[in-house]
T-cell receptor
Framework: AQSVSQHNHHVILSEAASLELGCNYS??????LFWYVQYPGQHLQLLLK??????LVKGIKGFEAEFIKSKFSFNLRKPSVQWSDTAEYFC???????????FGRGTSLIVHP | KAGVTQTPRYLIKTRGQQVTLSCSPI?????VSWYQQTPGQGLQFLFE???????NKGNFPGRFSGRQFSNSRSEMNVSTLELGDSALYLC?????????????FGEGSRLTVL
């Protein structure tokens, strides 16, 4: 069965700090990769996605993610976080013959002003 | 373009009761998926419907069921509620084009079971 691991469950940062959230998945082959964000009281929304091509993907609000196939990873990064980035972040992977994305357990990010 | 709409947004039930949740997908989207979100467990896949047919099902007991109507609107039902069913239930729709896996989520229905 497919599995997605998000290593950090809770991250607390100060504004302007750099952010990297880890995401690893369990299977090879062609994958579609996603990061979703859930701001407090809001619905889950797509932050960025990777289907093919350049493994460095840029998303909304200054976020980017790098697909490293050899490491089965799709880590999310932001050079300088803001208080408004406080949210829960979910990594999701679709592949292995399934078109149902599998989600990680999520990482709760708190950014102190 | 209107987003995914879920109703009700909040509800409180007691053990043993049943509940029905509704989801209206984005216009033109024919696939509707349901997820259960709980703290620490993330999103657990319940089932996915496409053109009124259940295409995929997650590992939930038979108390959890769903259906999709000809206008792509979907409902899920949970019978004989248990305390552990307290969760945020998310509906997501996707375009049938390409099966990319990109989902558009509603705000969820928060169920509390007492």
């Amino acid at each position: 069965a497919q599995s997605v691991s998000q290593h950090n469950h809770h991250v607390i940062l100060s504004e302007a700090a750099s952010l990297e959230l880890g995401c690893n998945y369990s299977y090879g082959g062609t994958v579609n990769l996603f990061w979703y964000v859930q701001y407090p009281g809001q619905h889950l929304q797509l932050l960025l996605k990777y289907f093919s091509g350049d493994p460095l993907v840029k998303g909304i609000k200054g976020f980017e993610a790098e697909f490293i196939k050899s490491k089965f990873s799709f880590n999310l990064r932001k050079p300088s976080v803001q208080w408004s980035d406080t949210a829960e972040y979910f990594c999701a992977v679709m592949g292995g013959g399934s078109y149902i994305p599998t989600f990680g357990r999520g990482t709760s990010l708190i950014v102190h002003p | 373009k209107a987003g995914v709409t879920q109703t009700p947004r909040y509800l409180i039930k007691t053990r043993g009761q049943q509940v029905t949740l509704s989801c209206s997908p984005i216009s033109g989207h024919r696939s509707v998926s349901w997820y259960q979100q709980t703290p620490g467990q993330g999103l657990q896949f319940l089932f996915e419907y496409f053109s009124e047919t259940q295409r995929n099902k997650g590992n939930f007991p038979g108390r959890f069921s769903g259906r999709q109507f000809s206008n792509s609107r979907s409902e899920m039902n949970v019978s004989t509620l248990e305390l552990g069913d307290s969760a945020l239930y998310l509906c997501a729709s996707s375009s049938s084009m390409g099966n990319t896996g990109e989902l558009f989520f509603g705000e969820g229905s928060r169920l509390t079971v007492l």
